[in-house]
């Protein structure tokens, strides 16, 4: 079936980095783009923007520009989310979630979360 | 960006009763909206997608409708796995999500 693992738990200090993988199975990873959703503590979903994995072209939300990087590696069937220069403000759970449809941005499955904790 | 506006916050049932949660949109999306289900430590599921098109395995106790700018997601009778926070999004756009209503039990 159809599944995305993510990797586990961060706790970093400000102003350090972090890469969170997504592993898909199941199906033909570059036929779907691959969407990336934040969810602060107590928080709702907040949509980051997506990367098209058959071209490798990130699109991203406002507000995630600068820090935030997609990025792929098609032969493991990964997609990546690195954030440079950690805030506390960027403690949140970050999922990964597949598009559907080229066409059109629903969001299904979604991984599990990591969550990443930001604090000195 | 298109803003989405969930109600109620939070809705009061019992098992057995019926649920009806509303997702009000800023601009036309014709039928580009889904909505998901979210329990706590867990990640979101998608339930209906096309605003009345139910995701596979999903019971049909869940039905969705609505199109432009209105939209609802009914839960014809509350069991008791059913209590959990659910989002709308729209992908009319750059996707966005409503701000969730929370069902819980009375």
């Known amino acids: 079936q159809v599944q995305l693992e993510q990797s586990g738990s961060e706790l970093k200090k400000p102003g350090a980095s972090v890469k969170v993988s997504c592993k898909a199975s199941g199906y033909t990873f570059i036929s779907h783009g691959m969407n990336w959703v934040r969810q602060a503590p107590g928080q709702g979903l907040e949509w980051m923007g997506w990367?098209?994995?058959?071209?490798?072209?990130?699109t991203y939300a406002q507000g995630f520009t600068g820090r935030f990087v997609f990025s792929l590696d098609t032969s493991v069937s990964t997609a990546y989310l690195q954030i440079s220069s950690l805030k506390a403000e960027d403690t949140a759970v970050y999922y990964c979630a597949r598009r559907v449809v080229t066409a059109l941005n629903w969001f299904d499955p979604w991984g599990q979360g990591t969550l990443v904790t930001v604090s000195s | 960006e298109i803003v989405l506006t969930q109600s109620p916050g939070t809705l009061s049932l019992s098992p057995g009763e019926r649920a009806t949660l509303s997702c009000r949109v800023s601009q036309s999306v014709s039928s580009y909206l889904a909505w998901y289900q979210q329990k706590p430590g867990q990640a979101p599921r998608l339930l209906m997608y096309?605003?009345?098109n139910r995701a596979t395995g999903i019971p049909d106790r869940f039905s969705g409708s609505g199109s432009g700018t209105d939209f609802t997601l009914t839960i014809s009778r509350l069991e008791p796995e059913d209590f959990a926070v659910y989002y709308c999004?729209?992908?009319?756009?750059?996707?966005?999500f409503g701000q969730g209503t929370k069902v819980e039990i009375k």
């Open positions: 999004q729209q992908y009319g756009s750059s996707p966005s």
């Open positions: 096309g605003a009345s």
């Open positions: 990367i098209n994995t058959n071209t490798g072209n990130p």
